[in-house]
């Protein structure tokens, strides 16, 4: 029998540094941001550099990804406009209580690739919301992020989201 893994628990020992501040800035900083929709916990995670965000919009052929996103600042009024309604379904009483447990065990965040000051890290959902109405909002896709080491800071400088996503 394999134990439960403890979603809120960082998978990476505090030793690996690198790995552990990437799960933090990713898993928890990002969910808590989300679900309050307070970009401003999350707006120094970004690099200041050049940003480019594309969507798979859930597609398996990346002939149909688009550039989403071409700068941060579209990808912020993006991310605050999902993340207000959100807040908006919850406040009207769609959604069954607090979402972060429901998203913290639907999120994978356990593979990290290092190179120099060059991170690809893959963030998997898999799981669901419950609804108000006993209904459920499917979460299953994945984000392959673009980090970079900025001034010994792990910053995040693009993405590949929306990307389909199976359960491993």
């Avoid at 600042?73 to 769609?94: F, I, K, N, T, V």
């Amino acid at each position: 029998m394999t134990a439960e893994r403890d979603p809120f628990a960082n998978p990476f020992p505090k030793a690996d540094k690198d790995r552990s501040a990437i799960w933090e800035m990713l898993v928890p900083r990002d969910i808590d941001a989300w679900t309050s929709a307070d970009w401003d916990r999350v707006a120094g995670d970004f690099s200041q550099g050049p940003f480019i965000g594309l969507s798979g919009n859930h597609q398996p052929d990346p002939q149909g990804f688009t550039l989403a996103f071409p700068s941060l600042a579209l990808y912020r009024e993006e991310w605050l406009h999902q993340a207000q309604a959100h807040l908006a379904d919850r406040a009207a009483g769609r959604f069954d209580g607090d979402p972060r447990p429901h998203i913290y065990a639907a999120t994978r965040l356990e593979e990290i690739e290092i190179t120099g000051d060059a991170a690809l890290v893959r963030k998997k959902f898999n799981g669901w919301l419950p609804r108000a109405d006993g209904s459920r909002d499917r979460m299953n896709w994945q984000t392959l992020y673009i980090c970079r080491r900025e001034s010994g800071d792990w910053k995040i400088a693009g993405f590949v989201g929306y990307l389909p996503h199976i359960r491993d």
